[in-house]
Nanobody
Framework: EVQLVESGGGLVQAGGSLRLSCAAS????????IGWFRQAPGKEREGVSC????????YYTDSVKGRFTISSDNAKNTVYLQMNSLKPEDTAVYYC????????????????WGQGTQVTVSS
């Protein structure tokens, strides 16, 4: 069974940091792209960042460049999203998702999703 489990969300003050984890199981990790997406109340789901496990290439949406860093630990089948200099507008439920043969932030191409973890940034 393909499964993605997010963890690491929480409440943090503006300017603070959080590290999200996405633990994957049930598939060959190296063949996939893992993406992070977020959805705030009343807003559409937004692609945040993704990483190709096979070659390490990464993508970021403009609003998080320079603040967020995506990485993978292939031995642990886990992808991390280090979030620094957090802003109130980063508040959302963060999801990780997997895709094959695609590296980018188009959510419709991702076919397996985790349950999400809440990130709340207070001002």
């Amino acid at each position: 069974e393909v499964q993605l489990v997010e963890s690491g969300g929480g409440l943090v003050q503006a300017g603070g940091s959080l590290r999200l984890s996405c633990a994957a199981s049930g598939f060959t990790f190296d063949d996939y792209t893992i993406g992070w997406f977020r959805q705030a109340p009343g807003k559409e789901r937004e692609g945040v960042s993704c990483i190709s496990i096979s070659d390490g290439s990464t993508y970021y949406t403009d609003s998080v460049k320079g603040r967020f860093t995506i990485s993978s630990d292939n031995a642990k089948n886990t992808v991390y999203l280090q979030m620094n200099s957090l802003k109130p507008e980063d508040t959302a439920v963060y999801y990780c998702a997997s895709s094959t043969d695609y590296v980018g932030l188009a959510s419709l191409v991702y076919d397996c999703w985790g349950q999400g973890t809440q990130v709340t940034v207070s001002s």
